[in-house]
């Protein structure tokens, strides 16, 4: 069975489950995008970069604030299954997560 981390289906329903704003959406796909070509650029899992890049954001929409954001995300996504790895590097994308 392909990993959550992999599997592009299961992490666009968890974006739209808790993202709805169209700007915020776009934006998800956009940097999926790049990092995707950054991925393939490096020889790296295009899949895997490609989801992080889907989810560094999706909870932006109901926790904004420094102190949820993007915790209360990694904590959504230990819930579902993701491993440590992949929710260490969401979290690295806000400089101010340590």
């Not at 956009?30 to 650029?41: D, M, Q, R």
Request: aromatic residues 14%.
């Amino acid at each position: 069975m392909e990993s959550n981390t992999k599997n592009r289906d299961y992490c666009l329903s968890i974006l739209q489950e808790y993202t709805r704003g169209e700007s915020l959406l776009k934006h998800a796909y956009a940097v999926e995008t790049c990092v995707k070509s950054y991925a393939k650029k490096f020889n790296e899992d295009e899949a895997y970069w490609g989801n992080v890049a889907l989810l560094h954001d999706f909870d932006y929409e109901m926790y904004p604030s420094m102190e949820d954001h993007p915790f209360k995300g990694a904590e959504i996504l230990k819930e579902k299954g993701f491993d440590d790895e992949f929710r260490n590097t969401i979290l690295s994308h806000a400089g101010y997560s340590g």
